[in-house]
């Protein structure tokens, strides 16, 4: 059968592409053939049905010609043929420059629009925060900046990442919400680039934000980021107070040295394993953390109250209504949870927790002391622990080191991963003698594998996700995190107790999603170092306070039993609860109760309490104090100054 050739309509539209394909000639071409075929028999028509045409035909065309022209703005002149020539040539000469120079326009219009759109343009601002880098930690930080900025006038937070400009602010708009006061600007590009860096004006800013990037080469980036920051300033003096953050304690020296004297660097992988083994032997610390950090809650803040100069520090705990003291300035160094009998003086300044820097007002609360329900002491309890940790990750080594520097003689770490048993020996191997590490490998999500421990010997369990893989997203490990956390679960529930759990998440939005008992605590490891860096970056004072809070051995935060306090299945005051954490040399700033520990969203925590509030002590309650790591143990780890005198005992 013969096959039938392409049609006519086929043939010409095949010539009329062609034809376009040659270029802007035989567009323009086109364009001229198309506006004549219209407009000139348009033009016939308007001529000859008008009442007041020509009489004559040369008379009619020269009016079609004139119509013609004035429609396509050719000039319309008739008379003798250069005359029209001329007439012609001048209107397109007038055509090409009027329409050379909207398209002038247009370009630089377009470029500049562009240009705004990459975030290209200098910041001209003063006293804003910069964020340098991308990470799940960029939400935090910047909800955190707009918190504070809600009671200051016009505050701006300017964000400088190696990504698209509208993708940013998309992302930080989706997950921080509205702003409020608070203008967020996105500038892109990389941040170690000087000349890019430029254009936030980190000279004239409040304070410099580095953040870690997900990827693997992060601290690098932040040391080089930190040079960057230098080299835009003629000194140490010229640039603005910068707060930046290191993974690897291996980047931390020269991160310091890069960031000068005006620059704070912390250790985040080593403050998160640290938080992580603290809380494994108290679940619910992360509560008290996440608390004292974010500016929703009380915060930290230096009183001055010269009616308390000459008084024991122990008087000032019971010396505020609203306010819970914790330590104090001295010689410009702050002083943690010092001796009870240690005199105040006149230079001194008090460390309060506080809604605000003006909330805290003087009340003697010892009248609500009620010495009959204060709890005598207890023996510590010092028998070995055993600890299961579940998964690895680059945390992991660290997290056996913190647990491994209090953990009693004689404690066991069980380590079950699908991690190389001689990578794990090697990282137990470093932490010390005192306690033991059996390492055996599985799959954590498989409930074979889980099915097959003895759950119910071990005080607590930590559950740490994997790395995330080359091209995946950071929060992807937190999936494999909760299909083990449901197995847990089940053997839970199935055994009848209840395991103190503690799990490290990547993204807060999957906490809601964790299947845990009421005694199982998460942290939410690049949320608490973004909270972190935004109160130091806010309230630079608080850097040693924080220091010496995370640090090891020092001066910490602990949840401990109220029994060691009150007299369990009694009403009492919270003030009695102080005084009796002074007897102890701690600092009580609130308490968590057992029966509403599974309860979003406060999860039972109440930091800072009224001293006049009574409630039921119940066992399992705790109390919230500030001390040194051994029960009882005075804290006063910073040295005083000379002259500094405690009244004897």
């Known amino acids: ?41 348009a033009s016939a028509v308007l001529v000859w049905t008008s009442g007041h045409a020509p009489a004559t035909l040369p008379g009619r065309l020269a009016a079609v010609w004139r119509l013609t022209g004035e429609t396509l703005r050719l000039g319309g002149t008739t008379g003798t043929p250069v005359r029209v020539v001329l007439s012609v040539l001048l209107a397109l000469v007038a055509l090409v420059y009027v329409s050379t120079l909207v398209g002038l326009i247009t370009t630089g219009l377009t470029e500049r629009l562009i240009a705004l759109r990459r975030g290209r343009s200098t910041l001209v601002e003063r006293g804003h925060v910069v964020v340098l880098g991308w990470s799940e930690q960029v939400f935090t930080v910047v909800g955190e900046l707009v918190a504070a900025g809600a009671n200051q006038r016009g505050p701006a937070v300017a964000v400088l990442a190696d990504r698209d400009k509208t993708a940013m602010e998309e992302a930080l708009y989706g997950k921080v919400g509205p702003t409020g006061r608070t203008r967020l600007i996105c500038r892109s590009g990389p941040s170690a680039d000087p000349a890019v860096l430029a254009l936030t004006s980190p000279a004239t800013a409040d304070s410099v934000i580095v953040l870690p990037p997900d990827e693997s080469r992060s601290d690098a980036d932040v040391v080089k980021a930190l040079l960057a920051l230098r080299a835009t300033a003629s000194g140490d003096e010229a640039t603005a107070p910068v707060v930046a953050a290191v993974r690897d304690s291996r980047y931390l020296l020269a991160a310091r040295l890069a960031a000068g004297a005006r620059g704070i660097v912390v250790e985040s992988d080593t403050i998160t394993a640290r938080l992580i083994a603290q809380a494994a032997r108290r679940p619910g610390l992360s509560l008290v953390h996440r608390e004292l950090l974010d500016f929703a809650g009380d915060e930290f803040y230096p009183a001055s109250h010269p009616s308390l100069v000459g008084r024991d520090f122990g008087d000032a705990l019971l010396a505020y209504g609203n306010a819970s003291a914790v330590g104090l300035i001295r010689d410009g160094t702050p002083w943690l949870n010092p001796p009870a009998r240690t005199v105040i003086e006149p230079d001194d300044r008090l460390i309060v927790l506080t809604a605000d820097d003006d909330t805290a007002e003087l009340a003697d609360c010892t009248r609500f002391v009620e010495e009959r329900l204060m709890a005598g002491p207890r023996p510590p309890d010092i028998r070995p622990e055993r600890v299961l940790l579940l998964g690895w990750n680059r945390r992991a080594p660290l997290v056996l080191r913190e647990w491994g520097r209090n953990a009693p003689p004689g404690s066991v770490a069980d380590v079950v991963a699908d991690e190389d048993e001689a990578t794990v020996r090697a990282a137990s191997d470093a932490g010390g003698a005192d306690w033991s590490c059996v390492p055996r490998r599985g799959d954590t999500t498989r409930p074979e594998t889980l099915s097959g421990l003895d759950l119910a010997s071990y005080d607590s369990v930590i559950v740490l996700g994997r790395e995330p893989r080359p091209g995946e997203p950071p929060e992807e490990p937190d999936t494999s995190t909760l299909v083990t956390l449901l197995v847990l679960r089940h053997l839970e529930q199935r055994t009848g107790r209840e395991l103190p759990v503690v799990t490290e998440l990547t993204d807060d939005g999957n906490r809601p999603l964790a299947p845990l008992g009421p005694g199982a605590d998460v942290i939410i490891s690049g949320k608490l170092i973004g909270l972190l860096l935004a109160q130091i970056s806010q309230n630079r004072h608080l850097a040693a306070v924080f220091d010496e809070l995370f640090s090891a051995g020092g001066t910490q935060v602990h949840l401990r039993p109220a029994a060691d306090y009150v007299l369990t299945g009694h009403e009492a005051s919270f003030a009695t609860v102080v005084a009796a954490a002074r007897d102890r040399g701690e600092c009580a700033i609130g308490y968590r109760g057992h029966a509403e520990a599974g309860r979003a969203p406060g999860y039972g925590l109440r930091v800072n309490p009224p001293k006049s509030g009574r409630r039921r002590w119940d066992t399992g309650d705790e109390i919230v104090v500030i001390a040194g790591d051994g029960a009882g143990r005075p804290g006063g780890g910073v040295p005083r100054s000379r002259g500094a005198r405690e009244r004897p005992a």
């Open 1 to 41: 059968m013969e096959q039938r050739g392409p049609g006519v309509g086929a043939r010409a539209r095949y010539w009329f592409d062609t034809t376009l394909a040659r270029g802007t000639s035989a567009l323009v071409g086109w364009l001229v053939v198309v506006c004549l075929a219209v407009v000139v028999p």
